[in-house]
């Protein structure tokens, strides 16, 4: 779709690069954070340690929230990267959004404590890891953005595959709950909570299609 030499968007800005790479750190560390509080979840209910995982991620998201305001106005109080700046404040936002929406499915665990058969354990599982590795592509992307364009359509083509996958197993499973004899206000229940995680790799999408126009963008 493109190709474009390496460079670094960055030039003298190191600052504002190891900022931005700390925000894209937050958003590894979220992906590490949400597949453990599901596993814990699924294993042990609302036990001290899926409680101070919930946790942890609330706090990275916080953190991530101040960080992003902190990007925001490095480059427009000090004029960096001018040609560049509208782009990369909006993928700093696409970031950020897939961040909340870890710590939004979190909150719903924690205030909604869901009963989850164990039938589909295995499925929430599967369909958890394939969103966060969908969303850890994403970030290799991402950082790819500030310094080597080359790299950015594999990983690309990697997140929209995941995500197609992702969209496969939130299907069967929710054809599966829906098929059960389950009661209707417990099957919807539990859609909801495949719909949350499965949310999350289509973010992951919605990131990388606009990261696909600003290398673009460069290009021309």
């Known amino acids: 779709m493109f ?10 800005t190191e600052n504002l690069q190891n900022k931005i790479d700390i925000f894209h750190d937050k958003l590894s560390d979220s992906s590490i954070l949400f597949k453990r509080m599901v596993s814990t979840y ?9 409680l101070e995982t919930s946790k942890e991620l609330h706090r990275i998201e916080k953190s991530a929230d101040t960080l992003q305001r902190n990007i925001q106005e490095r480059l427009y109080r000090h004029n960096l990267i001018p040609d560049s700046r509208a782009d990369v404040l909006k993928l700093i ?3 950020d959004e897939i961040i909340n929406v870890y710590n939004s499915s979190a909150y719903k665990f924690t205030n909604e404590e869901p009963e989850i058969p164990e039938e589909y354990h295995k499925d929430i599982l599967d369909l958890c890891n394939i969103v966060t590795s969908c969303v850890d592509n994403t970030a290799i992307a991402s950082r790819a953005f500030f310094r080597d364009f080359n790299i950015i359509r594999d990983y690309s083509n990697k997140v929209q595959t995941l995500e197609t996958e992702a969209d496969k197993i939130a299907s069967k499973l929710k054809k599966e ?9 417990n099957k919807m229940h539990l859609k909801g909570f495949v ?10 999408e919605d990131t990388i ?5 600003f290398a673009i963008k460069r290009d021309i």
């Not at 719909?195 to 992951?204: G, L, Q, Y």
């Open 209 to 213: 299609d606009n990261l696909a126009i």
């Open 177 to 185: 709950i829906f098929s059960s004899n389950l009661p209707l206000a």
């Open 42 to 50: 699924l294993n042990n209910g609302s036990s001290k340690e899926f």
């Open 195 to 204: 719909d949350a995680i499965d949310c999350i790799a289509d973010k992951s």
């Open 93 to 95: 936002g696409y970031i």
């Open 3 to 12: 190709s474009i030499a390496s460079f670094s968007i960055f030039k003298k």
